[in-house]
C-alpha cells in the first residue's frame, strides 16, 4: 500500500546506533502494523508502541501530513501523546545515583553524577578567579536523588551551586565563609530542592492589617529540566505553629508565579503569611505544593513554498504551526507566523519569554542556514502567539525553507513539600 510505503520511508531515515537499532526496528514493525488489514493487528500495534515506552518518541515519524492513511494519523497521535504524558511522569520523579563506597576524585564524581541523572555539572572556579582545588570526596550512594547526593558532596568539598551558569547545567563554586552547609537546609520533592532562605517580619504599628511574614524559598530543580514558569498555589499552604495552631490563608486566590530565566537553575518566591503573635517562635511544620510548567519534546516544523500566496501549517501533538504569509518590507523579507497550543495550560497567558527563544531560521537551496535579523511579536493571547521574523534573503524566498523550533505541548508538574522548625525572627 502507498501509505505503507510513505510511512516507512520515514522510520528508514531513522538514526540506528548501538542498541538503539533495536528499538528502531521495534518501532519500524509496529508502525507498519497499524496499517494491517485486521483491527485487532492495528490495535496491538498501537498498544505495542506505547508499552516500548517514552524513548520511542524520536523514532515516531515526525512529519504527520505526508502519511496519507487518516487512522494512522489519529493512531501516531495517540502514540505520541501518551509516550509524552509517559515521559512528563518520568521528568517528575527524582533522578537517581549510585556509586559504590570509596574515594573519589571530584571530577570524577561529578563525571559520574552527569552519565547516570542527565544532568550537566559545570566548575566554574577559573571564571570567578577562584583557586581551583581537585578534592577528593568520600561516596556511598544506593539509589540516592540527585540533589540529596550533590549537596552530600558538594559540603565536602567546600563548594556551592551557582544557579546562573547557563548552557543548560548547573555550575558550582567554592563558598565562602559566609555560607552556610547545604545538608539539612533545604527539602526534596522530585527533582526540586527547596529551601527557605530569609525570614522577614514587618509589624506596620499604623495599620496592623499590612503587617506580614514573609518567607523567601529558594525554588531549584535538576538541570535536565527547562521550566517555564514556577508557581506556588497559596490555597494549598498549611502552616502549624509551636502551639499547635494550624493556620491557612485568608485569600487563597493570591497565587506566587516566576518566570524562569534563560541559563538559570533556581527561582526565588516569597510567601506573604500573615504575621503571628509574638508568643510565637517558630513554625513548626509548613507544607504546601510547587507547580511547574515544562515543555515536552521539541519538534521541528518545516515549510517550503514560500514564494506562493496561500497560508501554510503544520501540527504535531498538541501544536499547531502557521505561516500566513512571506511578504517583502522594504529590503528585507518578513514571515508572518504563529504558534498556538490545543493545552497551553497558562503557558502562554502571562509568561510568553520562553516562546520568543525559539529557534526559527530559513534554509536556502543548498541546505545553508540564515538566521533571523530580527523579530517582533505580532499577536498574543492565553493559547497563541504570532511572531514577525525579519530575514535578508537577497533573492527572495523562492527555493527557501522556513524552519521552526518549538516543543509541542506544555505539561504540569504538581509537586508537594514540607518544611519543619522554621525560627521566627
Known amino acids: ?119 550537566k555539572i559545570v566548575d566554574m572556579r577559573s571564571k570567578l578567579g577562584q583557586e581551583i582545588k581537585a578534592p577528593t570526596v568520600k561516596v556511598d550512594f544506593q539509589k540516592v536523588p540527585f540533589w540529596r547526593a550533590l549537596d552530600q558532596v558538594l559540603d565536602e568539598a567546600s563548594m556551592v551551586p551557582y544557579h546562573y551558569g547557563g548552557d543548560g547545567a548547573l555550575a558550582i563554586i567554592a563558598r565562602t565563609d559566609e555560607n552556610a552547609s547545604r545538608q539539612n537546609r533545604g527539602v526534596y520533592s522530585g527533582p526540586f530542592r527547596i529551601e527557605p532562605t530569609q525570614i522577614y517580619a514587618k509589624r506596620d504599628l499604623r495599620s496592623p492589617l499590612h503587617s506580614l511574614l514573609q518567607i523567601t524559598l529558594e ?76 515543555p515536552g519534546p521539541v519538534e521541528v516544523f518545516t515549510f517550503d513554498k514560500l514564494a506562493e500566496s496561500k497560508k501554510q501549517q503544520i501540527s504535531k501533538t498538541d501544536c499547531t504551526v502557521f505561516v500566513d504569509e512571506v511578504k517583502k518590507n522594504n529590503d528585507v523579507w518578513e514571515v508572518q507566523m504563529r504558534v498556538r497550543f490545543d493545552k497551553a495550560k497558562g503557558a502562554l497567558e502571562s509568561h510568553r519569554g520562553w516562546v520568543f527563544a525559539n529557534e526559527a531560521y530559513m534554509l536556502d537551496a543548498s541546505g545553508t542556514k540564515i538566521v533571523n535579523s530580527g523579530m517582533e511579536s505580532t499577536s498574543q493571547s492565553e493559547d497563541e502567539v504570532g511572531v514577525a521574523y525579519v530575514f535578508d534573503l537577497k533573492d527572495g524566498p523562492a527555493g527557501h525553507k522556513f524552519v521552526y523550533k518549538t516543543p509541542a505541548s506544555i505539561h504540569k508538574i504538581t509537586l508537594d513539600y514540607e518544611l519543619k522548625d522554621l525560627e521566627l525572627p
Open 1 to 119: 500500500m502507498l501509505t505503507t510505503l510513505v510511512l516507512a520511508g520515514f522510520l528508514l531515515a531513522q538514526p540506528e546506533t548501538g542498541s538503539d537499532a533495536d528499538l528502531a526496528t521495534q518501532v519500524r514493525k509496529l508502525s507498519r502494523q497499524l496499517d494491517a488489514g485486521e483491527l485487532s493487528a492495528r490495535e496491538e500495534a498501537e498498544e505495542k508502541l506505547i508499552k516500548l515506552g517514552p524513548s520511542a518518541l524520536p523514532l515516531l515519524p515526525a512529519d504527520l501530513e505526508k502519511i496519507t492513511s487518516a487512522e494512522i494519523k489519529q493512531r501516531l497521535v495517540r502514540v505520541r501523546q501518551q509516550l509524552e504524558r509517559d515521559q512528563a511522569e518520568l521528568t517528575a520523579q527524582a533522578t537517581l545515583l549510585t556509586l559504590p563506597a570509596g574515594d573519589m576524585p571530584l571530577t570524577k564524581f561529578l563525571a559520574a553524577l552527569e552519565k547516570q541523572t542527565g544532568n
Open 219 to 294: 525554588i531549584a530543580w535538576e538541570p535536565r529540566l527547562t521550566p517555564i514558569n514556577i508557581e506556588h498555589p497559596l490555597d494549598e499552604v498549611v502552616w502549624v505553629d509551636d502551639a499547635g495552631h494550624k493556620n491557612k490563608f485568608s485569600d487563597p486566590t493570591a497565587e506566587p508565579v516566576a518566570e524562569v530565566q534563560p541559563g538559570t537553575t533556581a527561582v526565588e518566591l516569597s510567601l506573604p503569611l500573615p504575621l503571628p503573635s509574638r508568643a510565637v517562635k517558630k513554625i513548626s511544620s509548613l507544607k504546601g505544593k510547587v507547580v511547574a510548567l515544562t
